[in-house]
């Protein structure tokens, strides 16, 4: 069942996306080579807590930390840990934050020193795709309209879309009604209608599409290794389009 917000409550989730937004702009500021991702975890703890707020994804589900840290050929659920990063690297930082019972989620990927032409290039199509599908959200369309103008642009670029993880409705809770797949066929799907909250948040790998499972049970990796990267914005569906509650 889709839960739609009333524009009060679309503003106490946009008091979340703000503390979190500014979260990750300060995130940019630290990363480098020699951070490690367990010291980036701990600093977007504390800040979230100075800030009033929780890190939400802490205990859902037994996962033991404030943000997902996943780190080169890593798409999702990556753990974070004391290994520094390295010139080269890039981390996708994913967290959500809770603030007064709602909730804004928003991932985003960082390069670490100076990354290949390869990497520049991933990143920069990852973060087009997130406003591609932001452009579809708007009243009237359907679900199927922001799959397929992602897995359009992306494949164009020579790129694919992960399948096994889609963006979803959010509110009181993390997950909710829609699923909100990155690739399908336009004009299908649940139409969008105003009051809808969403997040968009393509995964596009290097070479295939499919993943593996790590034995934590949790992160999962590209299946051949090659590179990955993840943008995402929580959104509401407004009469005057959609504003971005996570917007930096």
């Known amino acids: ?135 579809k959200a708007v009243i009237g369309n359907r679900i199927g309209d922001i799959s397929h103008a992602i897995q359009e642009y992306v494949e164009g670029e020579g790129f694919s879309v992960v399948r096994d993880f889609v963006g979803h409705g959010i509110g009181r809770n993390m997950h909710e009604d829609p699923q909100v797949p990155h690739f399908g066929r336009p004009g299908r799907g649940l139409r969008l209608m105003e009051g809808m909250v969403l997040t968009i948040e393509p995964m596009v790998n290097v070479g295939t599409y499919r993943c593996k499972i790590d034995e934590n049970q949790w992160t999962a990796r590209t299946l051949d290794g090659k590179l990955s990267a993840q943008y995402e914005h929580t959104l509401a569906i407004t009469k005057d389009g959609p504003i971005i509650i996570t917007k930096q």
């Not at 990750?24 to 703890?45: R, V, Y």
């Not at 930082?93 to 928003?106: E, H, K, P, Q, R």
């Not at 990927?109 to 032409?117: E, F, K, M, Q, R």
């Open 1 to 135: 069942m889709v839960i739609i917000k009333t524009m009060e409550e679309i503003e106490k989730m946009q008091k979340a996306g703000e503390i979190l937004a500014n979260c990750h702009k300060e995130i940019a500021k630290i990363i480098k080579p020699g951070i490690s991702t367990l010291e980036i975890d701990e600093f977007a703890e504390e800040y979230m807590k100075k800030h009033g707020s929780t890190p939400e994804q802490k205990g859902y589900e037994g996962y033991p930390f404030a943000t997902c840290a996943s780190v080169n050929n890593e798409i999702c659920h990556g753990f974070p840990n004391k290994k520094p990063l390295k010139n080269g690297d890039i981390v996708t930082i994913d967290m959500v934050v809770n603030l007064d019972g709602w909730l804004a989620d928003s991932a985003w990927s960082y390069a670490v020193g100076d990354i290949s032409l390869e990497a520049e290039k991933l990143l920069k199509v990852t973060k087009n795709a997130l406003y591609i599908g932001i452009e």
